[in-house]
């Protein structure tokens, strides 16, 4: 039996090691740091994710057979060049490829060579002229930190006084550290989340998800990692998503193997179906949370062939991907304040109850175990997810489970999937 180490501590490193157990294959796994639920399926190792020569001495020495990385933050601190450079199995992109995440510049520029339909945009680091080009402009704007930023880094404004507020913020307080700007025009349409298995040229489709990036119902709010998500779109046709494989995301990892650094790992395209034709929002080098939660519960083939697969470069001969027909939503329960300032360390009851409900996950994002009970640990604390053979019928066992939970310091939406529903 094989032994797998999966490096992160949130709900999408609960939903790889969830798939990884269902694997006929697997018989040990380890997650680095992982959380309070994580806990039940697998050995949490108290390494943090960008302890990378920490991480690779464990994996030697437990002889791991496969490394699954599930954060940008490891990705961009090259984990994967050093486990590859060590003779270490590991499925996740160089640190060279994860720049299509790790610097929004880079990914623009690679588009704008390669001709991929993305939003048209400049780049800035100074803040004078930001602001002249952004005041000489239409609104709403999009303004984009140019680095990580767990998913905050994105600000849309609506007017010319909040567009500099965003600036000043980025440029001049150094709000999510030194970096550029980069300015995008705004376009509309439905977003959605194509996840693919990429191994240097050869792109291996995921079924398509949709999330939710604002805090509250309705879509209103601050922008935060995502409140929910759901799988499938019934507002995305197969000729979309035809034209999104062959003018996206193949080309893209195409692109990333002619300009000398393959892509091995998950490509996540954030996209938008624009009055123009699909076009990139931005991308991202892992798989995606919270579309992880809902997407891997319904993959039938096992998941521990396809990530060696992509780690070694032979997903040409892997057979087609089966995934089951049934609907799967997601309702991301987030700390009062979230994703502003929060309390931590609020005990959590109802999770036996919840997760006993039929066709119900409760996948852990930011949890700990403290005096013998489960507590919160960060902004995101749990997803409910719920498989059903129809979207209402998920939407509804989802609400169910988030129901059974009590907390006094957690919020969620009511609305995921209301574009489909």
């Known amino acids: 039996m094989k032994t797998v180490l999966v490096v992160g501590s949130g709900g999408r490193e609960h939903a790889i090691v969830d798939a990884l157990s269902r694997s006929s294959q697997v018989g040990k796994i380890y997650c680095a740091p992982g959380n309070a639920g994580i806990a039940a399926q697998a050995e949490c190792v108290p390494l943090k994710d960008t302890q990378v020569e920490e991480l690779l001495a464990f994996a030697q020495e437990k002889q791991v057979d496969l490394t699954v990385v599930g954060p940008e933050v490891s990705l961009s601190a090259g984990i994967a060049d050093a486990f590859r450079a060590a003779g270490q199995r590991i499925f996740g992109p160089s640190r060279a490829a994860a720049r299509i995440e790790s610097s929004k510049d880079f990914a623009k520029g690679l588009m704008a060579r390669h001709g991929v339909p993305t939003a048209a945009y400049r780049t800035f680091d100074a803040y004078d002229e930001a602001l002249e080009y952004v005041r000489g402009g239409s ?13 905050k880094g994105v600000v849309i404004p609506e007017d010319f006084e909040s567009a500099r507020a965003a600036l000043k913020d980025m440029l001049l307080e150094d709000k999510f550290g030194k970096g550029k700007v980069v300015v995008e025009e ?11 298995f990429v191994d240097g040229p050869t792109v291996v489709p995921m079924v398509l998800s949709q999330d939710h990036k604002r805090a509250f119902d309705g879509d209103k709010g601050p922008n935060t990692g995502g409140m929910g998500a759901y799988t499938p779109l019934p507002f995305i046709t197969e000729e979309d998503r035809q034209d999104a494989l062959e003018h ?15 892509f091995w790992g998950v490509l996540y395209g954030g996209l938008m179906k624009t009055p123009q034709g699909i076009k990139v929002v931005e991308f991202n080098c892992r798989f995606g949370d919270p579309e992880t939660e809902v997407v891997l519960p319904r993959l039938q083939s096992d998941i521990y062939d396809v990530f060696c697969a992509t780690a070694d470069g032979t997903l040409d001969a892997l057979p087609p991907l089966r995934w089951s027909e049934e609907a799967v939503l997601g309702i991301v329960l987030a700390s009062k304040g979230y994703p502003g300032s929060y309390d931590k ?21 930011g949890t700990k175990m403290q005096d013998g009970k489960t507590v919160t640990a960060g902004g995101r604390v749990l997803m409910a997810v719920a498989q059903a053979p129809t979207l209402p019928e998920a939407n509804a066992r989802a609400l169910q489970a988030v129901a059974a939970i009590r907390c006094e310091g957690l919020f969620h939406r009511s609305d995921i999937g209301h574009q489909a529903l």
């Open 345 to 365: 360390g609020v005990p959590i009851e109802g999770l036996a109850e919840a997760a006993a409900l039929p066709g119900v996950r409760l996948y852990h994002m």
């Open 248 to 262: 996206i995301m193949k080309p893209v990892a195409a692109a990333l193997v002619e300009e000398g650094c393959p």
């Open 139 to 151: 609104f709403p704007v999009v303004l984009k930190y140019d680095g990580l930023a767990a998913g």
């Open 186 to 196: 705004f376009m509309t349409g439905p977003e959605f989340s194509f996840l693919c």
